[in-house]
């Protein structure tokens, strides 16, 4: 089982790393370990879980954050109605490629965190507002799928871990909460 102490964090090497693409077929141990991060996001999700095992609520989980440089992404991502509704997207990614994006940008109102950073990091981070990505799933199988908003979020600040970028790279130095007018903000 997965636990925070499997989680590196900011200032590790491997975090900065430009992950290896998955070779296919997807081994017994690449399927465990997809299979074991997506367990983590809903265990993490669970309020009894995640207090007994002191877990910090996550919606996604890619595998360098757990010191394994490949290109593996899970999402979890609830619905309105937390526990009770199906989640919006719930999957692990492998190879995941974003093949097209929309020019209009959004952010998330609270700015963004990261499970591998310890600290509070104000500011904007601008993303693109659509995503249309292709990616592998743990049984090979390939998709190509179009999202938007909160979960199109989720999925670059996960890819962006794959290619060794964090959240408040995107973050103006300067000026935290400036970002241009045609920036959607998404609350
Ligand atoms: C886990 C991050 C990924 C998200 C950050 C912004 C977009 C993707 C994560 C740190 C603390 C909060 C937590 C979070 C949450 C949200 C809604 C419902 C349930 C992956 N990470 N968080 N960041 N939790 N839980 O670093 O999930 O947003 O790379
Ligand atoms: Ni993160």
Do not use: W
Not at 34 to 39: K, S
Not at 134 to 142: Q, R, S
Not at 168 to 185: A, L, T
């Amino acid at each position: 089982m997965i636990t925070m102490k499997d989680i590196i964090k900011e200032g590790h090497p491997t975090l900065r790393m430009v992950a290896k693409e998955v070779t296919l077929p997807i081994s017994s141990e690449e399927k465990q370990l997809g299979e074991d991060m997506l367990q983590f996001l809903k265990n993490s999700q669970d309020p009894e879980i995640a207090e007994e095992y002191s877990l910090r609520a996550g919606v996604g989980l890619a595998a360098p954050q757990l010191d394994i440089s490949k290109r593996m992404i899970a999402v979890h991502i609830p619905g309105i109605e937390e526990g009770t509704d199906e989640p919006i997207i719930s999957t692990v990614m492998v190879n995941p490629k974003i093949i097209s994006h929309s020019v209009q940008s959004a952010c998330l109102t609270e700015g963004e965190g990261c499970l591998s950073v310890d600290r509070e990091v104000p500011g904007y981070v601008p993303r693109h507002s659509r995503i249309t990505l292709t990616y592998f799933d743990l049984t090979g199988e390939a998709h190509k799928i179009r999202l938007k908003n909160y979960p199109a979020i989720v999925i670059q600040h996960e890819i962006d871990h794959i290619n060794g970028i964090m959240f408040y790279d995107h973050i103006n130095q300067e000026q935290p909460f400036k970002i241009d007018d045609d920036v959607k903000i998404i609350s």
